[in-house]
């Protein structure tokens, strides 16, 4: 089937608005990871979902970021009240589980916060 | 703490080997990935180490140290389509289920 996918793949916003970027797993993986990467450096790790609950939320840098995964599959990053230091591109992968744990990512959400 | 270090910038010429080194320090260990990102794409999975010693992969090949913290890879028969960013990421246990990636190197083929 198809990879990782991501929604919208561009978002402009004002500072200080509410946004919502969309993660279509690996149908069947049972791993998500959020994470956002700013222009030459490696990604950043937000949170980790097994199944429908968080496992790891320990990279979300304030209580203005949060996520959910309700069914087991797709996930959606919040932010609230975005600031231009948000401004990155957001990257989703999925990783089978059952001790296989290579991540396949999403092309990734480019946040734009002006 | 958490640290990955990798060379920040590499060159070599179409058909050579090189290698792309990476340290880390971490509390836990569970496993070392490496990834190819090209400029404005994702990054894509190329190996894992979770042992000592070596894995390979076709012109690629990924070599463990778990005592020095210590890997490297190894691409083989250089092509101008491996220009690209390599990421180091390390699963780390005592920092639940997370990876930490390290900077990247940015390799650049040259013909």
């Known amino acids: 089937g198809a990879g990782v996918s991501q929604t919208p793949s561009n978002k402009v916003t004002e500072k200080g608005k509410y946004v919502e970027l969309r993660c279509d797993p690996i149908s069947g993986h049972t791993a998500l990871y959020w994470y956002r990467q700013s222009l030459g450096q490696g990604p950043e790790f937000l949170i980790y979902?097994?199944?429908?609950?968080?496992?790891?939320d320990s990279g979300l840098p304030n209580d203005r970021f949060f996520a959910v995964r309700p069914e087991g599959s797709v996930s959606t990053l919040k932010i609230q009240r975005t600031e231009r230091g948000d401004s990155a591109v957001y990257l989703c992968a999925s990783s089978p589980g059952q001790g296989r744990l290579e991540q396949y990512f999403g092309p990734g959400t480019r946040l734009t916060v002006t | 703490g958490q640290n990955i270090d990798q060379p920040t910038e590499m060159t070599a010429t179409e058909g050579a080997i090189v290698q792309i080194n990476c340290t880390y320090q971490t509390s836990g260990f569970n496993g070392l990935f490496w990834y190819q990102q090209h400029a404005g794409e994702a990054p894509t999975f190329l190996s894992y180490?979770?042992?000592?010693g070596l894995e390979e992969k076709g012109r690629f090949s990924s070599f463990l140290s778990r005592s020095k913290g210590y890997s490297y890879l190894l691409l083989k028969e250089l092509q101008m389509k491996d220009s690209a960013s390599y990421l180091c990421a390390v699963r780390d246990d005592n920092y639940g289920q997370n990876f930490v990636f390290g900077p990247g190197t940015r390799l650049s083929v040259l013909p």
């Open positions: 979902f097994q199944g429908t609950g968080a496992a790891d």
């Open positions: 180490n979770v042992l000592d």
